[in-house]
């Protein structure tokens, strides 16, 4: 059984728990970008290891899934941040 797909929430409608590990996005009239995983830090938006912040606002995020084991379609393709697990 497969388990149903978690909702993405707009960062101007609700903001992550702080230090929690999220999936994120840039979801706007230019399209899709940007899929990884963050964490909202003091308002600052930082890699998974918090060894640097980003310079963009991601427009939507939602909860990791818990069977992800933090791999990314960014880290399979070889790149963006890489998460320690």
């Given at each position: ?31 899709i ?18 060894s ?8 939507h ?25």
């Amino acid at each position: 059984m497969e388990s149903a797909e978690i909702e993405w929430v707009k960062v101007t409608d609700k903001l992550p728990p702080e230090g929690d590990e999220v999936e994120i996005k840039i979801d706007d009239g230019k399209g899709i970008r940007n899929e990884t995983t963050l964490k909202l830090y003091r308002g600052i938006w930082w890699f998974p290891d918090m060894s640097m912040y980003v310079y963009f606002t991601p427009t939507h995020w939602r909860a990791k899934p818990a069977s992800s084991g933090g791999i990314t379609t960014n880290q399979q393709k070889g790149g963006g941040p890489k998460t320690v697990t």
